[in-house]
């Protein structure tokens, strides 16, 4: 179903929350921050605040919660007013009414696992960066005609990997891609190596256990790991 163009609404002047758009990041600039975002699943939002300074003491700079537990939306406010060194985000978007929830609990950027007509209206109208989810061509395609041009591929794994992608650079040559979705740091690299991957995203930086535990060193370590994707050469034995 193709989308339409969105209309501006009330909110293009400003974001929710009132950030001009001016001072936000674009997607582009956004996939560029890391090679991996943190996808995180908060079930205490008291949990946020440590996790995010122990991603950044491990050089990631970027980091989604997603919208999947109660907890989810108390947390990106505590990140974002607490650790404004942190580019969060808000993840699992799935309706305009998150889009505003997000905006107003002052989300940095937007993920959606994919994108209604509705949905990518609210998110381009709410002036956040953002990040939608496509897993074919025809998907792909809507979303750049309405000037999205930098999709999250998911869930990246199941829906062809990184053969897939690399099928589709000479194609699409305007689009970059952060895929996400059965990605592990034995397996990031290679996505890392194609030339429309900007980023990748994934939960193994943030495991269910540590963070419960507050495991702030295991956090920063596989942070630090997966920093360092950036500088390494996937092409070495």
């Known amino acids: 179903?193709?989308?339409?163009?969105?209309?501006?609404?009330?909110?293009?002047?400003?974001?929710?929350?009132?950030?001009?758009?001016?001072?936000?990041?674009?997607a582009a600039e956004l996939v560029r921050l890391g090679p991996v975002v943190p996808v995180v699943v908060v079930e205490r939002a008291d949990d946020a605040v440590p996790l995010a300074r122990a991603l950044l003491r491990g050089g990631v700079r970027t980091m989604e919660i997603t919208l999947r537990t109660a907890a989810a939306l108390p947390a990106l406010r505590k990140v974002a007013a607490e650790v404004p060194e942190m580019v969060v985000g808000a993840g699992t978007v799935l309706t305009p009414e998150q889009v505003a929830e997000a905006g107003e609990a002052g989300a940095g950027f937007l993920v959606s696992p994919g994108a209604t007509p509705r949905l990518a209206r609210a998110a381009l109208d709410s002036g956040l960066p953002f990040l939608p989810g496509a897993g074919t061509v025809s998907e792909m395609l809507a979303l750049a005609e309405i000037g999205l041009t930098t999709i999250k591929f998911f869930p990246a794994a199941a829906s062809g990997g990184p053969a897939y992608l690399a099928a589709l650079a000479q194609p699409l040559p305007h689009v970059t891609f952060c895929p996400t979705g059965g990605i592990s740091a034995a397996s990031a690299g290679e996505w890392l190596a194609l030339p429309n991957v900007a980023c990748v995203g994934g939960s193994w930086l943030t495991p269910a256990a540590a963070v419960r535990a507050r495991d702030e060193a295991t956090v920063t370590a596989l942070a630090r790991e997966a920093a360092a994707l950036g500088t390494a050469d996937p092409t070495a034995a």
């Open 1 to 26: 179903m193709p989308i339409p163009h969105p209309v501006a609404g009330p909110s293009a002047a400003s974001t929710p929350g009132g950030r001009p758009p001016s001072a936000a990041l674009t």
